[in-house]
């Protein structure tokens, strides 16, 4: 018998999230059943929710930064048992058999993942629903260990905001005495300067708002560089080993690949809606190289979990409860936010 469970959601691209009900299914011998503590709000729920991107169906529950209480766990399960902490991100299936799947980075399957919400299970046929919902049941290949001694509230964020920074990162070699530069201080900006710090970069913030200098620098920015002013950037010329750029909103990549030393690598997170000019100059002329990333596989969202529990590392976070989600909704279009709401589930119950 599925279980009947309360969420929030949204029936249409207008309409704004309100209680609900959706349906769990049991969880089979490789699944494993969870209640939802905390479900951090990141802006593509939004995008989503409001079929900003094309491809909503309703009813949607959003939500894919989801850490909770194991309930019950199928007779396979082997990472987690009943009463641990487990997390789920933006993946609840792939194909399991594609080049992508077998080296770990399930997010890139040929075949398209199932995502946690506004997707379905690999059935093709089943929709999934997000954590704005105080129960879910995910295969355990998808799911992660919480490490002990992390606030759980402020956890919920790795699972998509961390993760997309901290596998940059890693990726193009982060390490110590690396210069490295964070474009824009968000959700996503925020984790890149705590993550990169904590692998002893020394970071180098830049923002369009003078106001977010003591910010930047309390959560471990070395340097700020307000980049109204051309000459700014233009002074760090050739400087930089690593830049993470974060920002959605349109803005000129030469410009920030010009202070990449040679052999360089940019990596664009944030994903602006219109196409940009980038000249063959700037990647020629000392090798750069200029990236995309998304989120991460499961393997290495554990190993940026684990990282998290050493370094004690969390999102600075707003927490709220689910009935304030549309308001929340509206300050994140504001920015106006420090860094992350996290919905506390309690709410809901
Ligand atoms: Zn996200
Ligand atoms: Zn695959």
Redesign the pocket.
């Known amino acids: 018998m599925p279980t009947t469970t309360p969420a929030f959601a949204t029936s249409s691209a207008t309409a704004p999230l309100a209680a609900s009900t959706i349906e769990r299914r049991d969880p089979g011998p490789n699944d494993v059943a969870i209640d939802v503590l905390f479900c ?1 709000v ?4 939004i995008h989503q929710a409001r079929n900003e991107w094309g491809n909503a169906t309703y009813p949607m529950v959003p939500g ?2 989801i850490v909770g209480r194991v309930t019950k766990v199928g007779a396979n399960v082997k990472k987690l048992a009943v009463g641990d902490l487990a997390g789920v ?2 993946m609840v299936g792939s194909c399991g058999e594609c080049p992508a799947c077998k080296s770990g980075s399930e997010q890139y399957c040929i075949k398209g993942c199932a995502q946690t919400y506004n997707s379905t299970e690999m059935d093709r046929k089943t929709p999934t629903y997000g954590g704005y919902s105080t129960h879910v049941v995910v295969a355990e290949s998808f799911t992660l260990k919480i490490p002990a001694g992390l606030d759980p509230a402020g956890a919920a964020p790795l ?3 961390g993760i ?1 920074t901290y596998a940059p990162l890693r990726e193009y070699g982060c390490k110590k005495g690396d210069r490295v530069g964070v474009v824009g201080l968000g959700g996503l900006g925020h984790m890149a300067v705590k993550l990169a710090a904590s692998m002893g970069a020394e970071v180098t913030l830049f923002s369009s708002s003078p106001s977010k200098e003591a910010d930047a620098r309390r959560l471990g920015a070395s340097n700020f560089v307000v980049t109204k002013d051309p000459a700014n950037l233009a002074k760090l010329a050739g400087s930089l080993d690593l830049i993470i750029d974060t920002v959605s909103a349109a803005h000129d990549y030469n410009a920030y690949l010009a202070m990449l030393r040679a052999k360089g690598t940019m990596v664009l997170v944030g994903a602006p809606p219109e196409p940009s000019a980038v000249s063959c100059f700037s990647l020629i002329m000392g090798g750069k190289r200029l990236v995309g990333s998304m ?1 991460g596989g499961v393997p290495e969202t554990q190993e940026m979990l684990d990282h998290c529990g050493k370094h004690k590392i969390v999102s600075d976070i707003e927490l709220i409860p689910i009935q304030k989600i549309n308001e929340a909704y509206e300050r994140m279009i504001k920015a106006d936010v420090k860094y992350r709401f996290v919905v506390d589930l309690g709410s809901l119950r």
């Open positions: 951090g990141c802006h593509s729920d894919h930064e991100g933006c699972l998509c905001a997309t989120i």
